[in-house]
């Protein structure tokens, strides 16, 4: 599980204070956020929005995805994904197109289709009610 200062939505005044609360990866992150009952209990001891708990939960389901890393973390970011929530609104073709655009932006090579396909079915599995 990626540590928590992978995530870029989290302002650093909310990484001391997560890991007070014994927050140090983005799968501890989840846990303690899997119900609304569980973030706003995090909210209100961070000093935190419903809102930020929400946003730092969606970029840490993107960052829990197979086979993803710092690297396809720049990617997605370039290509205007930050979280899974923004992967979800695109159709498959659609995210194929932006990753390709934001590796060229980097003067990288883009990920394999099948990569790429794994990692927007998976986003469908973690997908949230």
């Known amino acids: 599980m990626p ?3 992978e995530l870029t939505r989290i302002e650093p005044v909310y990484l001391a204070r997560l890991e007070q609360q014994g927050v140090f990866t983005t799968g501890i992150l989840l846990e303690v956020s899997e119900t609304s009952t569980r973030r706003q ?4 001891h961070v000093g935190g929005s419903l809102e930020d708990v929400a946003n730092w939960r969606d970029e840490a389901l993107m960052l829990n995805l197979a086979g993803f890393g710092e690297n396809e973390h720049q990617l997605f970011i370039q290509a205007g994904i930050e979280g899974l929530h923004d992967l979800l609104a695109v159709d498959l073709d659609t995210f194929k197109r932006r990753l390709a655009a934001g590796a060229l932006e ?8 099948l990569m790429v396909e794994t990692w927007w079915e998976q986003a469908r599995t973690l997908e949230e009610a």
């Open 3 to 5: 540590p928590i200062t």
């Open 106 to 113: 980097l003067n990288e090579d883009p990920p394999p289709d």
């Open 41 to 44: 209990y995090l909210a209100d």
